[in-house]
């Protein structure tokens, strides 16, 4: 079955700091990746999103690159602010299997001033 | 335009109850999809439903069960409520529900069950 592994949390960052959050993932077929963020309170709001192999995402300074040969998708961001505190989430989703995503197990971010 | 809402946003119940939990999708939007988010667990697909249909389940016992009316709103209900129950419900929705359809989540309902 498919299935999605980030690296353990919590993060703890300085303010413009590099942040990496790294994720892999097992599917059968040619999935869309994805990641999304939570903020204290809320749902989830998606971040940025990659449908084949080489493509990259990116959204509010957050980048990630699909690497089908290393079949992983890590989030990266250059500089990262206070309020980018939040639980980061990758996800994937199956051609076949309709809205259905499959979540990592989420890593929380901490940015101090 | 509005967002997915969802309805209560807090509930404790007891064990041994039953509860519904309703989720309203973006105007338009046909495709509701559901999951539980616990600390254990992280966060768990329970079923997709589109035009009234369930179109995707996940692996949870029959006592989860839900429905979508004509209007595209979706209800979940759990029944015989466990203590392990006791999560935040997401629902999500998406225009025809298709992999390349971008979803949308509502805040959650948070169930405690006691």
């Known amino acids: 079955g498919n299935s999605v592994t980030q690296m353990e949390g919590p993060v703890t960052l300085s303010e413009e700091a590099f942040l990496t959050i790294n994720c892999t993932y097992t599917?059968?077929?040619?999935?869309?990746l994805f990641w999304y963020v939570q903020y204290p309170g809320e749902g989830l709001q998606l971040l940025l999103k990659?449908?084949?192999?080489?493509d990259k995402g990116s959204n509010k300074g957050f980048e990630a690159t699909y690497r089908k040969e290393t079949t992983s998708f890590h989030l990266e961001k250059g500089s990262v602010q206070v309020s980018d505190s939040a639980v980061y989430f990758c996800?994937?989703?199956?051609?076949?299997?309709?809205?259905?995503?499959?979540f990592g197990e989420g890593t929380q971010l901490t940015v101090n001033p | 335009k509005a967002g997915v809402t969802q309805t209560p946003r807090y509930l404790i119940k007891t064990r041994g109850q039953q509860v519904t939990l309703s989720c309203s999708p973006i105007?338009?939007?046909?495709?509701v999809s559901w999951y539980q988010q616990t600390p254990g667990q992280g966060l768990q697909f329970l079923f997709e439903?589109?035009?009234?249909?369930?179109?995707n389940k996940g692996n949870f016992p029959g006592r989860f069960s839900g429905r979508q009316f004509s209007n595209s709103r979706s209800e979940m209900n759990v029944s015989t409520l466990e203590l392990g129950d006791s999560a935040l419900y997401l629902c999500?929705?998406?225009?025809?529900?298709?992999?390349?359809?971008?979803?949308?989540f509502g805040p959650g309902t948070r169930l405690t069950v006691l």
């Open positions: 999500a929705s998406s225009f025809l529900g298709h992999s390349y359809n971008e979803q949308f």
């Open positions: 599917a059968t077929g040619y999935p869309s």
């Open positions: 990659a449908t084949k192999a080489d």
């Open positions: 996800a994937l989703r199956e051609e076949t299997s309709g809205s259905r995503l499959t």
């Open positions: 105007s338009g939007h046909r495709s």
């Open positions: 439903y589109f035009s009234e249909t369930q179109r």
